[in-house]
């Protein structure tokens, strides 16, 4: 509980932040609509609570409160009686409710409810997936649309520098990744005190997670392999637990914090899908290099991590093509697959065969409706065993992608 003075007290020294630096635009597109809660969701520190502020900067008044606040550190479910209370008689009726990480509340979409139902207007952020699905379960069912937000993509970064694209820029861009305040300062304190945050607090803590040299091994294992196959059980000799089942639940955590993503290898079978090795990948390439075993000799896992974040973003549903050869990325829609991926640093005579044999080998399974080889910076359009195959630069492609 917290004292209702007290309360008013921290709540109006909050409002101060909403004044803030606006800093970058963000593509992702956000609207309300009447009786839905809209909800932003992403990793620590990717520019949440800033774009909530860019698209609340032109409304009023907005009701903020900011749960990560320590001041707030004692504040319960029946504290945003008062809170509300609060809010309203400080700033008006008719405002717009903002949430920051709102998942620190137990209860909270209890509460959220409560306000949809009464047709406010309603936004929070939090850094937990989730909150889009288990918290929300009973709640929120058919009552929230849901944008989850990732560090900056390339044409961000490019907007953060007030540049047009060069090929320096992109080299900057694969290395140093996307979170918001690393790239504004160059400081790599930041990075590894977000890292250990990320693992503390929203892995660590939040699930009450004992064994933490093995989630640790764990991130680093996947860290220093990404895209590459890893089976539950080798995964599970990796970091020393006695059971498969306790790989995927530390698997699951990991995802929810946003920090390690994994994909399955497609097939018809669900079963299959389950059993297969997964890939792994992590959300920014800066978190890779400055904490992997060793990636710099390897340029081309970090073009690969980049495309499939920006699949993310696009919200396409990603899987990988393995039989005789190997395709990255086979993107599915629907019931069909209609793209087919691979990424490859540069072609060359040694590489290519095997390049384009695993992107044929997923156009000849699944006759996508697109076939793509991306690599660092070469283009043209080539003839291989009677397919015509499209190569493309990935910052072309990054560059060519829509708006979310």
């Known amino acids: 509980m917290i004292l209702k003075e007290d309360l008013r007290r921290y709540l109006l020294k909050q409002q101060e932040q909403l004044s803030r630096d606006l800093g970058v635009r963000r593509d992702l597109q956000l609207k309300l609509i009447p009786n839905f809660v809209l909800i932003i969701s992403g990793i620590r520190r990717c520019g949440k609570s800033t774009l909530a502020r860019q698209f609340l900067n032109d409304k009023s008044p907005v009701y ?23 809010l309203k008689s400080e700033f008006g009726e008719d405002g717009y409710f903002f949430f920051d990480e709102i998942q620190n509340i137990d209860g909270w979409e209890k509460y959220i409810r409560q306000l949809v139902d009464q047709k406010e207007k309603v936004v929070v952020t939090g850094s937990n997936a989730s909150m889009l699905s288990s918290e929300m379960g009973t709640k929120l069912t058919g009552r929230h649309i849901t944008k989850e937000l990732y560090p900056f993509s390339y044409r961000e970064f490019l907007t953060l520098r007030k540049e047009n694209h060069s090929l320096d820029l992109f080299k900057e861009y694969l290395v140093e990744g996307g979170f918001p305040e690393y790239l504004k300062s ?36 996947i860290i220093s392999n990404i895209g590459k196959e890893a089976s539950f059980n080798k995964l599970r000799s990796y970091i020393g637990v006695s059971s498969t089942n306790s790989v995927s639940q530390y698997i699951t955590h990991l995802e929810q914090a946003y920090l390690i993503f994994s994909i399955k290898k497609f097939d018809y079978s669900v079963k299959k899908q389950l059993m297969n090795p997964k890939k792994m990948y992590c959300i920014d390439n800066a978190i890779i290099g400055t904490n992997a075993f060793s990636i710099s000799e390897n340029k081309g896992r970090l073009l690969e991590n980049l495309v499939f974040l920006e699949l993310k973003r696009q919200g396409s549903e990603i899987f990988y093509h393995k039989n005789k050869f190997e ?3 086979v993107l599915k829609n629907g019931t069909r697959i209609t793209d087919a991926i691979q990424v490859c640093y540069e072609l060359n005579t040694d590489n290519q065969e ?7 080998s997923a156009i000849q399974d699944f006759n996508p409706d697109k076939g793509l080889v991306l690599t660092f910076n070469q283009e043209e359009e080539i003839t291989y065993k009677n397919n015509i195959i499209q190569i493309l630069p990935v910052w072309k492609w990054l560059l060519e992608s829509p708006s979310h």
């Open 64 to 86: 903020y409160a900011n749960f990560e606040d320590i001041n707030l550190s004692n504040f319960e479910l029946k504290d945003f009686t008062k809170l509300e209370e609060i």
């Open 186 to 221: 160059g400081e790599k304190d930041i990075l590894h005190f977000l890292f250990q945050d990320i693992i503390a607090r929203d892995i660590i803590q939040r699930n009450e997670l004992k064994n933490e040299t093995a989630i640790k091994s764990l991130i680093q294992y």
């Open 327 to 329: 395709c990255d990325f």
């Open 354 to 360: 095997r390049e384009f044999d695993g992107l044929l």
